[in-house]
């Protein structure tokens, strides 16, 4: 967050459509992959510049052009030439730090969402920004570092299986925010697990590291509201869109994709339900432990108040004090004590409170 507010700096006062690129280099180069298909043929390739794709224009296929690396600001410059793309549609792209959303601009549709990873060793939540710009018989997909999250579309396309290949670039769209969408459960169902440990630690183990845990799992579960709340909005948005671009037969998909949206959200809102539960019930475990602690000290202290008593009374030195002379006098103060003591403790343990 602070390279970005960094950045936003250094962009301040410029013109509106301007190529600056905000956010963290992920990769040292950035790469171009072209995708052609139809229902018969298919042609894969990578690509020098953007420029190399115009030809794919002109061809009857569906064009599929993923770009990884968005710190090369020349590339973009070509694609606001080819594709004829808005230059505050490129400027946005370029900046990482977007709300979800879609735009209908006529002649495409400027979609950008998050995708969510889980970094393997350390657990952390990484957020990539994956924009993706849907006209007619093409797709410009554009991510910050490479990913095996469209693997799989990648491969139905070379193997010609579903209806891929016989469908236009909107049914392309659909599969990669699907794709997006159900790594949101991975991600989540490996967070909830998480969150049971934690419930489960807090109730035999409550230490400061499990409520530390909390609280940054507290703060991945806003981060995450925040990346994913809006993906709702945004499927809903391409459903009741009147572009052409998207075929009646998609709206069917686009609403399975809703479904699993909305599912996504009440994941995330149960989890920080979890989370604050988990929250008070270490506080309440702690609690229980300090309370179990003053009980046991104020027991400690309530036995040794009569024995203060009489050891007080008769640690003074006042001449006519008949028990100071007496033969058996110190014995008989033992015996009273102990007497005293014994007493105490049989009615604190009917009573329970120990």
């Not at 043929?41 to 990578?46: C, G, N």
């Not at 794919?56 to 020349?74: E, K, Q, Y």
């Not at 900046?95 to 879609?102: F, G, N, V």
């Not at 046991?296 to 030195?317: A, D, E, K, R």
């Given at each position: 967050?602070?390279?970005?507010?960094?950045?936003?700096?250094?962009?301040?006062?410029?013109?509106?459509?301007?190529?600056?690129?905000?956010?963290?280099?992920?990769?040292?180069?950035?790469?171009?992959?072209?995708?052609?298909?139809?229902?018969?043929?298919?042609?894969?390739?990578?690509?020098?510049?953007?420029?190399?794709?115009?030809?794919?224009?002109?061809?009857?296929?569906?064009?599929?052009?993923?770009?990884?690396?968005?710190?090369?600001?020349?590339?973009?410059?070509?694609?606001?030439?080819?594709?004829?793309?808005?230059?505050?549609?490129?400027?946005?792209?370029?900046?990482?730090?977007?709300?979800?959303?879609?735009?209908?601009?006529?002649?495409?549709?400027?979609?950008?969402?998050?995708?969510?990873?889980?970094?393997?060793?350390?657990?952390?939540?990484?957020?990539?920004?994956?924009?993706?710009?849907?006209?007619?018989?093409?797709?410009?997909?554009?991510?910050?570092?490479?990913?095996?999250?469209?693997?799989?579309?990648?491969?139905?396309?070379?193997?010609?299986?579903?209806?891929?290949?016989?469908?236009?670039?909107?049914?392309?769209?659909?599969?990669?925010?699907?794709?997006?969408?159900?790594?949101?459960?991975?991600?989540?169902?490996?967070?909830?697990?998480?969150?049971?440990?934690?419930?489960?630690?807090?109730?035999?183990n409550p230490s400061p590291e499990v409520l530390s845990s909390i609280h940054r799992a507290k703060r991945d579960m806003i981060h995450l509201r925040k990346a994913l709340w809006p993906v709702r909005e945004l499927v809903n948005g391409l459903q009741k869109t009147e572009s052409s671009l998207i075929e009646e037969s998609t709206d069917v998909f686009l609403r399975d994709v809703y479904e699993h949206s909305v599912q996504v959200i009440e994941s995330i809102e149960m989890m920080r339900d979890m989370l604050g539960s988990a929250l008070d019930i270490y506080l309440s475990s702690t609690s229980n432990r300090?309370?179990?602690?003053?009980?046991?000290?104020?027991?400690?202290?309530?036995?040794?108040?009569?024995?203060?008593?009489?050891?007080?009374?008769?640690?003074?030195?006042?001449?006519?004090?008949?028990?100071?002379?007496?033969?058996?006098?110190?014995?008989?103060?033992?015996?009273?004590?102990?007497?005293?003591?014994?007493?105490?403790?049989?009615?604190?343990?009917?009573?329970?409170?120990?």
């Open positions: 967050m602070s390279r970005n507010r960094k950045s936003q700096r250094t962009k301040a006062g410029l013109p509106p459509g301007s190529l600056i690129h905000i956010g963290e280099k992920l990769v040292e180069y950035v790469s171009i992959n072209l995708i052609d298909y139809t229902e018969n043929s298919f042609t894969e390739r990578k690509v020098e510049s953007i420029e190399d794709c115009r030809e794919a224009l002109v061809t009857p296929s569906i064009s599929w052009i993923n770009m990884v690396g968005l710190h090369d600001v020349t590339q973009f410059q070509q694609i606001q030439d080819v594709f004829g793309i808005h230059p505050l549609v490129l400027e946005d792209i370029l900046s990482t730090a977007q709300r979800p959303r879609m735009e209908d601009y006529g002649d495409y549709i400027y979609i950008v969402l998050k995708m969510i990873y889980l970094e393997p060793e350390s657990h952390q939540i990484i957020s990539e920004q994956i924009s993706l710009i849907l006209g007619k018989d093409f797709l410009l997909s554009f991510q910050e570092s490479t990913g095996n999250t469209f693997n799989p579309i990648r491969d139905r396309i070379r193997t010609s299986k579903g209806r891929l290949r016989k469908s236009g670039a909107d049914y392309l769209a659909y599969c990669m925010l699907d794709a997006i969408v159900d790594n949101y459960f991975v991600v989540l169902e490996e967070i909830g697990e998480k969150i049971e440990d934690f419930q489960e630690q807090v109730i035999g300090m309370n179990e602690v003053m009980r046991v000290l104020t027991v400690i202290s309530t036995l040794f108040i009569p024995l203060t008593f009489m050891v007080g009374i008769y640690g003074m030195n006042f001449e006519n004090m008949p028990e100071l002379k007496l033969k058996y006098g110190y014995e008989g103060l033992w015996v009273i004590m102990i007497l005293t003591v014994a007493v105490m403790i049989t009615f604190f343990r009917k009573r329970k409170w120990f």
